[in-house]
Antibody, heavy 121, light 110 residues
Framework: QVQLVQSGSELKKPGASVKVSCKAS????????MNWVRQAPGQGLEWMGW????????TYAQGFTGRFVFSLDTSVNTAYLQITSLKAEDTAVYYC??????????????WGQGTLVTVSS | QSALSQPRSVSGSPGQSVTISCTGT?????????VSWYQQHPGKAPKLMIY???KRPSGVPDRFSGSKSGNTASLTISGLQAEDEADYYC??????????FGTGTKVTVL
C-alpha cells in the first residue's frame, strides 16, 4: 500500500538548519511529484511548493524561496525538505504529499504523517 | 498568491447538511476545474475528500459533494455525522504548476 513516512520531530536553535525526509513506498516514485505543505501551530495549510521526481526540478511558492530547498534521492525513493537559517516563525508541522504528474492530476492524494519542527533558543 | 477565503466555522446537528464556501479569484478557482477539498482531524494529516471540483476518491462517503460557480467552490456534507467534525480546507490549482489553499473551516457537529 502507498505510504509516505516522514522523519521524526526536530528541536533546533535559531540560525541552525534542519532536513526533513519523506520516504515513499508502494508506488512508482517517479510517477508522482512531491509537494511540501506547512502548518504553523493553530494555523491553516500553506502550500510551499513541489519537486518533480523525474527531473529534480523544484517549484517554490512565494515566501518559500531562498532558505527552503527541496531535493531527492531516487535510489531510496525519498524526498527532502531543508530549511536553513531557521527562525522562530518556522516552527510548524511540515507535510509531504504526492501528486500524480504522470497523469497530470492536481489532487494531493496521499500525505505523510507530518514532521514537527520547533525552533527555540 | 493570497489564500482562498473560507468561513471560519460552520455547524449543524446530526443528519443536517452544511455547506462550506471557498472563494478565490479568476486566476485560480475561476480559471480551473481543479479544486480539491481536504479533511483534517486534530493532530492528523489531511485527507483528500473531493478532487476536480466534484469527484470523490474511492472510500469517501457519498454524503460529501463538491461544486463550483464562478470564483467560488463549495463542499456540502449531507447527513452530518459526529465523525465529520474536523477542519476542512479547499485547494485550487493557480497556474504555472502552483497551488493555493483556503483559510480553513472548522465544522462542528452540535
Amino acid at each position: 500500500q502507498v505510504q509516505l513516512v516522514q522523519s521524526g520531530s526536530e528541536l533546533k536553535k535559531p540560525g541552525a538548519s534542519v532536513k526533513v525526509s519523506c520516504k515513499a513506498s508502494g508506488y512508482t516514485f517517479t510517477n508522482y511529484a512531491m509537494n511540501w505543505v506547512r502548518q504553523a501551530p493553530g494555523q491553516g495549510l500553506e502550500w510551499m511548493g513541489w519537486i518533480n521526481t523525474n527531473t529534480g526540478n523544484p517549484t517554490y511558492a512565494q515566501g518559500f524561496t531562498g532558505r527552503f530547498v527541496f531535493s531527492l534521492d531516487t535510489s531510496v525513493n525519498t524526498a527532502y525538505l531543508q530549511i536553513t537559517s531557521l527562525k522562530a516563525e518556522d516552527t510548524a508541522v511540515y507535510y509531504c504529499a504526492r501528486v500524480n504528474i504522470a497523469a497530470a492530476t492536481t489532487e494531493l492524494d496521499y500525505w505523510g504523517q507530518g514532521t514537527l519542527v520547533t525552533v527555540s533558543s | 498568491q493570497s489564500a482562498l477565503s473560507q468561513p471560519r466555522s460552520v455547524s449543524g446537528s446530526p443528519g443536517q447538511s452544511v455547506t462550506i464556501s471557498c472563494t478565490g479569484t479568476s486566476s485560480d478557482v475561476g480559471s480551473y476545474n481543479y479544486v480539491s477539498w481536504y479533511q483534517q482531524h486534530p493532530g492528523k494529516a489531511p485527507k483528500l475528500m473531493i478532487y476536480d471540483v466534484s469527484k470523490r476518491p474511492s472510500g469517501v462517503p457519498d454524503r460529501f459533494s463538491g461544486s463550483k460557480s464562478g470564483n467560488t467552490a463549495s463542499l456540502t456534507i449531507s447527513g452530518l455525522q459526529a465523525e465529520d467534525e474536523a477542519d476542512y480546507y479547499c485547494c485550487s490549482y493557480a497556474g504555472s504548476y502552483t497551488f493555493v489553499f483556503g483559510t480553513g473551516t472548522k465544522v462542528t457537529v452540535l
